[in-house]
Structures are given as C-alpha cells and as structure tokens.
C-alpha cells in the first residue's frame, strides 16, 4: 500500500463516519468523530478536518468484526486504529478542573491546549476558515492548571505538547502563553510548541525561549489573497513576519521556528513562493491542505486534490531540502504531530 498516495486521497476527500457508529465509540476514542477525525493506518498518523464536503467522499469508517476499518464504494481498504482515550482525562486539577476540559488529544502523544478560544478578530475581521470560538473547551485556561496536565499526560502520552491562543489586546496572549510554558518545564521535561501570532512588542520571543519549538503562521502568502481570508491578521504585513522570525530565530534552534502554510487558499505558484520564503529564511515552512469545517465561513470550498497536494509537496521538499531544513527534526507541534499533513510519509518515499 503506498500510504502517502492513500494519506492524501483520504485528507482530499474526507472519511464519514456513521453517526450511530460515532457515538457509540466516542467516548473511548476521542478523534473519532464526523468534524475531526484522527487515526493510524499501521504507525502513520492520519488525521482531517472533516467538513460538508465529506458528504460525498467515497471513503467510511465501517466495523468489520472487532476491528475499525476503511471502505471505499462499500469496498474493504484497510483497517485503521483510533487513539484511545487518555486516562489522564479522567484525573482533574488539584483545584478541581476536569482535565478533559483543558486539552485535546489530536495525534499519537500530541496534546493541543487552546490556552483561550477568544481572539480580537472573532466576528467580521475573523480569519475565514477559523473556528477557534467554537472549540469546546474551557474559554481561558490557567498556567497552574495545563502544568498538572502536562505533568499527567507527559507519563501516559510521553511525547509533546503543544499550546496556542486567540489574538488577545497587548499580547496578552503571549504572556499567557509564556506563563504556562515556564510552569510546564518547572514540573516535567516535555517538549512543548507555541503557536501564536506575531507580538507587537518582540520582548515576548525571549520570555518565550523556554518553548522547544514556535510557530508563528502566516497561512497565507498572497497579499491580496491574505486580506480576504485574513480581514483582521492581514494588519500584520509580511515585512513584519520577516522581523519576527529573524528574532525567532536567534532565540530558538535550528529546524524550530515553523509557520504554517494552508495549500488551496491562493494560486500554487504563490504559494510555493511563500515556501521558499519562508524556507530562505530558515523558517520550518508546514505545508498543510486547507480544511474547510463546517462551522468557517467557507464551508463551502473544497480540500485540493490529492494530484494536486502531491504536486505541492514535492515541490515543497525541493525548496525545505535546498535551504537545509529537516522537517524529522522539529521537537514539538503540528510538524511533529505530521497528522495533518502528508509531507514526512511523501519525503520518505521520494
């Protein structure tokens, strides 16, 4: 089975799950459901947005006997392994705040925590294919409170966490996360990633420095292109970006400063000028197809093609390899997770 050709076919398309099928395994595996679907085939993780496109992919996660397996046109593909339900989950804060309710799980040992799922731009200047004010979780998390989780979690996951935040006023959301970052380390040594927009005061890339891995994204390269999907982040010019990585990378290691590009959102050849300049700067770029979700406001569109993606990333390969980056490398993140992505299982078969 080529599974990079499968992988990009799987997250093209989408996978449907019965809704009957989901909820009664939802409980003990947590990535299995109809909008966010994550799980292995053999050891590679897998993992899409799932949106109203999916209603028509040919691809459903059915039971066959004891096992949970893909079919395609009601055909038998392959079997595939959810991820089980931490038992951390079940444990709560020495405050009392359950721990379900701070992370969430989204690939094998990867623990995302949305430090707050509000953001200055929420509403009219949102980014278009956000959906951060839905995520259910607590709305604003403690620093105390994700030290303990990541102190639990780091036993039975023993991997890396990663911690994002909503734009807040006056980088507020940087201090928080600064805040949690140093609480993590000072109870358990796990990799930790920070993924946040570009502070105006770049005083917070130091006090971020205790982070293994950062990712500042511009998920857009296009200019015109990002202040229509971008109506409020698009205030932040590209020049910016470059200053900000330029600190990031004198604060951070080599293979550590990523940003994330979304494929779909602009012509290819911008964007894979947008990955050369990222990677000429020495910045991780994360090439990742554009998920549209049910809830964004282009819940309408459509993933690219798998004969597309494809495309991208071997091109993107060129471009990271040429600029001596290793995508193997990075320590914690979206690049390590490598569920939404298919550029590491496409890197190895090239």
């Not at 006056?170 to 930790?192: F, H, M, Q, W």
């Not at 130091?206 to 857009?220: P, R």
Request: charged share 25%; aromatic share 10%; net charge neutral.
């Amino acid at each position: 089975m080529d599974i990079a050709n499968l992988k990009m076919e799987l997250q093209a398309k989408g996978v449907k799950i019965d809704y009957s099928l989901e909820e009664k395994i939802v409980k003990k595996f947590p990535t299995a459901t109809s909008d966010y679907m994550s799980f292995l085939i053999g050891d590679v993780p897998v993992a899409m947005l799932n949106g109203y496109y999916t209603d028509s992919s040919p691809f459903e996660i059915k039971m066959r006997g004891n096992k949970f397996s893909i079919f395609k046109n009601g055909d038998f593909l392959t079997d595939v392994e959810f991820l089980q339900r931490p038992r951390f989950f079940d444990i709560s804060t020495s405050d009392g705040v359950s721990m379900e309710k701070l992370g969430k799980l989204v690939a094998p040992g990867f623990l995302i925590v949305y430090m707050t799922t509000g953001c200055i731009y929420w509403g009219e200047a949102q980014c278009k294919f956000c959906v951060t004010g839905y995520i259910d979780t607590l709305k604003i998390k403690k620093a105390s409170w994700i030290a303990e989780l990541a102190e639990k979690g780091a036993k039975e996951i023993k991997s890396h966490i990663a911690l994002t935040s909503g734009a807040l006023p006056k980088d507020r959301g940087s201090k928080l996360l600064a805040e949690t970052v140093n609480s993590i380390k000072e109870r358990v040594n796990i990799p930790v990633s920070v993924n946040l927009e570009p502070p105006r005061n770049m005083g917070w890339l130091d006090k971020l420095s205790n982070a293994d891995s950062i990712y500042i994204n511009l998920e857009v390269y296009d200019e015109k292109a990002r202040a229509l999907f971008l109506p409020g982040k698009s205030e932040f010019k590209l020049e910016y970006y470059d200053r900000i990585f330029k600190r990031c990378l004198e604060v951070f290691e080599e293979n550590q400063v990523g940003s994330v590009l979304l494929a779909g959102l602009e012509g290819e050849n911008t964007y894979l000028e947008g990955v050369e300049h990222l990677a000429s700067l020495g910045v991780m770029p994360v090439v990742i197809p554009f998920y549209p979700t049910s809830l964004s406001k282009l819940n309408s569109l459509k993933p690219p093609s798998a004969t597309k993606m494809k495309e991208i990333y071997l091109n993107s390969i060129d471009i990271i390899k040429s600029y001596g980056l290793d995508p193997f490398k990075t320590k914690a993140g979206f690049m390590r997770g490598g569920a939404l992505t298919a550029i590491k299982e496409v890197m190895r078969g090239v």
